[in-house]
């Protein structure tokens, strides 16, 4: 069966730090991989999503990047952390190649920016 | 940005009673998903209904789609304390790059009391 990993469960990151959150999937192979952010209160804005190894679509121009190095493997880094990226962070993967399946979600990082 | 948007905004009944969730939308779609997240958690597929459906039931779930209105809603029968839960709808576009999308709307925040 397939599983999707999400860590570190919380975060509590200084302004101006670096980040890195990390998704793995398992049990599948090819997948459509997404980050999205949940502010509190608020339905999830899509910031990236990849349907291939190196393939990144970026949604929302900010201060966050995303990178795919390996199928199964979704990384959100930021070089400097602001105040305003606090938020739930959650990775998604749906079966590859084609579009419009269901999502299975990580269990998320709840990040905050102090 | 988001387009669905749910109604209500919240809702709270009594343990048995039913549960509608309404689900409001802009643009073309080739399917609508329907996902539950408990506090603090990962959000878990409930039940897809593709364009050309109309109802679509799954257990105590019964969703139906009104593509003329661009509308969607979702019944929970004879609730459970268990359904407390943040409830939203997904859409996801016809065709090109979008349609390896789901945007989400805001939730529904579902309160059942035992």
């Known amino acids: 069966s397939q599983t999707i990993h999400q860590w570190p469960a919380t975060l509590v990151q200084p302004v101006g730090s670096p980040l890195s959150l990390e998704c793995t999937v398992e049990g599948t192979s090819n997948p459509n991989l997404y980050w999205y952010r949940q502010a509190a209160g608020r339905g999830l804005q899509l910031l990236f999503y990849s349907v291939g190894i190196g393939q990144i679509s970026s949604e929302v121009p900010q201060n966050l990047s995303a990178s795919r190095p390996q199928d199964r493997q979704f990384i959100l880094s930021s070089k400097k952390l602001l105040l305003s990226d606090s938020g739930f962070y959650l990775c998604a993967w749906t079966p590859g190649p084609l579009p419009g399946t269901e999502a299975f979600f990580g269990q998320g990082t709840r990040l905050t920016v102090v | 940005s988001q387009q669905g948007e749910e109604d209500p905004q919240a809702l709270s009944i009594q343990e048995g009673e039913n549960a509608t969730m309404n689900c409001s939308y802009k643009?073309?779609?080739?399917?609508l998903q329907w996902y539950r997240q408990n506090s603090g958690r990962g959000l878990v597929h409930l039940i897809l209904i593709r364009s050309n459906e109309r109802e679509k039931h799954s257990g105590r779930l019964r969703v139906t789609l009104d593509t003329s209105k661009k509308s969607s809603s979702l019944l929970i029968t004879a609730s459970r304390a268990a359904d407390t839960a943040s409830y939203f709808c997904?859409?996801?576009?016809?065709?090109?790059?979008?349609?390896?999308?789901?945007?989400f709307g805001k939730g529904t925040k579902l309160s059942v009391i035992p």
């Open positions: 643009t073309s779609i080739n399917n």
């Open positions: 997904a859409t996801n576009p016809i065709s090109g790059a979008g349609s390896y999308q789901l945007t």
